[in-house]
C-alpha cells in the first residue's frame, strides 16, 4: 500500500482531477471523503471516468446548440 497516496476530495471537479493526473503521471485518483476525525476512501477516479464525463457533456451541449440554430 502507498504510505501517502495522491488523492482528491469528493467535491472536486474534474478538471482539479485531470491536472493532478497529468502533473503525477498517473492514470487515477482515490476520492476520499473528509470528516472530522477521519480520511474515509469512498471511490476511484480514472481517466477514462473523465473521458467519459466530458464525451457526454459534449454531446448535450451539441444538442442545445442543434436546437437552438433550428429555433
Given at each position: 500500500?502507498?504510505?501517502n497516496p495522491i488523492t482528491i476530495e469528493k467535491d472536486a471537479d474534474?478538471?482539479?482531477?485531470?491536472?493532478?493526473?497529468?502533473?503525477h503521471g498517473i492514470?487515477?485518483?482515490p476520492v476520499i471523503e473528509l470528516s472530522v476525525n477521519a480520511v474515509k476512501p469512498?471511490?476511484?477516479?480514472?481517466k477514462f471516468d473523465i473521458i467519459k464525463a466530458?464525451?457526454?457533456?459534449?454531446?448535450?451541449?451539441?444538442g442545445r446548440m442543434k436546437k437552438k440554430i433550428l429555433e
Amino acid at each position: 500500500m502507498t504510505p501517502n497516496p495522491i488523492t482528491i476530495e469528493k467535491d472536486a471537479d474534474l478538471a482539479e482531477a485531470a491536472k493532478i493526473m497529468v502533473k503525477h503521471g498517473i492514470s487515477g485518483l482515490p476520492v476520499i471523503e473528509l470528516s472530522v476525525n477521519a480520511v474515509k476512501p469512498i471511490g476511484i477516479i480514472s481517466k477514462f471516468d473523465i473521458i467519459k464525463a466530458l464525451s457526454r457533456q459534449g454531446r448535450r451541449r451539441a444538442g442545445r446548440m442543434k436546437k437552438k440554430i433550428l429555433e
